[in-house]
């Protein structure tokens, strides 16, 4: 079972990037998936989770509004869309999925895997 991010880069304050998380090895579409992030230096933080099959939506405070989390049961994939990205958005970006929300909720989750990096330079 395997959880891959991807989509991570350089970029300029104010600008978008869209991560994609493909999962593999099972189906996800009773499992709550999500993002969390650890900046360089800093403990891990959770950034949003969409409950299983395409359900509600949560966010952190740092990223409501900016994030948008949402997910392709049929394909088994989790995306996470950044717009107006700030330097403190800088970190490794990783999904996770539980079968309880919460868990990833406290970067907790059962399954997890790689991260994508983003940069987000003034």
């Known amino acids: 079972v395997q959880l891959q991010a991807s989509g991570g880069g350089s970029v300029q304050i104010g600008s978008s990037l869209r991560l994609t998380c493909v999962g593999s090895g099972r189906s996800f579409s009773e499992y709550a998936m999500g993002w969390f992030r650890q900046a360089p230096g800093k403990e891990r933080e959770f950034v949003a989770v969409?409950?299983?099959?395409?359900?509600?939506?949560f966010y952190s405070d740092s990223v409501k509004g900016r994030f948008t989390i949402s997910r392709d049961l049929a394909k088994n994939m989790v995306f996470l869309q950044m717009d107006s990205l700030k330097p403190e958005d800088t970190a490794v970006y990783y999904c996770a999925a539980d079968e309880k929300l919460h868990n990833i909720v406290i970067v907790n989750a059962e399954y997890g895997g790689q991260g994508t990096l983003v940069t987000v330079s003034s």
């Open positions: 969409i409950k299983r099959r395409g359900g509600s939506t």
